[in-house]
């Protein structure tokens, strides 16, 4: 009687074991199918804002040439004699803001990456850290404000010349935003060096420094590189900062100090509602767009090649 149970009770728990083997299949199926669900949406996406990126700029050239677009020196859409495409002004205060931001970026964020990596303790670089990366959720329109009523005002102290709407403060700013960027990405490069080959520096003489500027950077500068390229990119595409504290007047001119308009800012002012669906003015804004995709997409490109080409393997 005993040994009936026990066959009878073996049985069902088969039974179930078959019916949970069944039910876990069936989910091993649909979860590939949920993934690349979700991969084609994300592809598909990508494929319709360049396609209306695209369409519209068309549009956009079959009113003003693209000669007198990438040539030409002076930006005024809303004259109201004769507007004039050229997006040399656009480009040029956008590339203002991003060289100001380079420097301001790099060397801090460097610096940080070298002390978080090489000299901080464990302690000191679990509070350090995560105080640099909350910098990254800081909304940009803060940043914009900040730029505009704390920067501003100290640098017209120590530069009287300089105008309310400038380059030099939203640069400064924009710089501060994409640190943590550049700060973890290349400490997490830098920290990717295996230990040994410091020790095997340091074995030779070489002072702590040296170990860091000589051995582990050099190591680690496919990643660092990339994480520069990766700011740059960031700092082309940024929008309230530039918008809030760099002013509205584009100038095709390399002065630093009067107020200048960049790609994005345009955006932003067309898109406010100083332009009519269908007018040339509303398509220009597609046309400065795929001219900033262009921009933003060849430094990813350029980034991924460098991670790629000069990535050490140990």
């Not at 859409?77 to 656009?90: D, N, R």
Request: charged share 15%; aromatic share 12%; proline share 4%.
């Amino acid at each position: 009687m005993a040994l009936k149970q026990q066959e009878q009770v073996s049985v069902q728990q088969l039974i179930e074991r078959s019916r949970n083997r069944k039910g876990k299949k069936v989910i091993e199926k649909l979860v590939p199918i949920g993934l690349f669900l979700a991969a084609t949406i994300s592809v598909l996406t990508t494929f319709g804002i360049v396609f209306t990126l695209i369409f519209e700029t068309f549009e956009f050239f079959t009113r003003v040439s693209i000669t007198d677009y990438l040539f030409g020196t002076e930006w005024l859409p809303f004259s109201g004699k004769e507007p004039l495409y050229g997006v040399l002004p656009l480009i040029f205060g956008t590339f203002k803001i991003t060289l100001i931001a380079i420097i301001v970026a790099v060397p801090f964020g460097l610096g940080a990456a070298i002390y978080l990596s090489e000299y901080a303790s464990e302690r000191v670089r679990k509070i350090i850290k995560p105080i640099l990366e909350v910098l990254a959720g800081v909304p940009t329109i803060v940043y914009g404000f900040f730029a505009l009523t704390f920067i501003t005002p100290i640098l017209q102290a120590i530069i009287p010349d300089l105008k309310i709407f400038n380059a030099i403060s939203p640069g400064i700013v924009v710089g501060i935003m994409i640190l943590p960027m550049i700060t973890s990405m290349s400490e997490d490069a830098m920290s990717s060096v295996p230990s040994s080959i410091r020790e095997g520096a340091l074995g030779l003489g070489a002072t702590k420094f040296e170990v860091a500027v000589k051995v582990v950077l050099p190591a680690a500068l496919s990643g660092i590189v990339a994480s520069v390229v990766l700011g740059i990119s960031r700092a082309i595409g940024e929008t309230m900062i530039v918008s809030l504290a760099g002013g509205s007047t584009p100038k095709f001119d390399f002065g630093f100090t009067d107020s200048i308009q960049t790609m994005t800012a345009y955006i932003v002012q067309v898109t406010t509602g100083d332009a009519g669906y269908g007018t040339t003015i509303y398509y220009s804004i597609y046309a400065v767009g795929f001219t900033l995709f262009i921009f933003t997409l060849a430094m990813n490109l350029l980034a991924t090649y460098i991670s790629k080409r000069f990535r050490e393997e140990y």
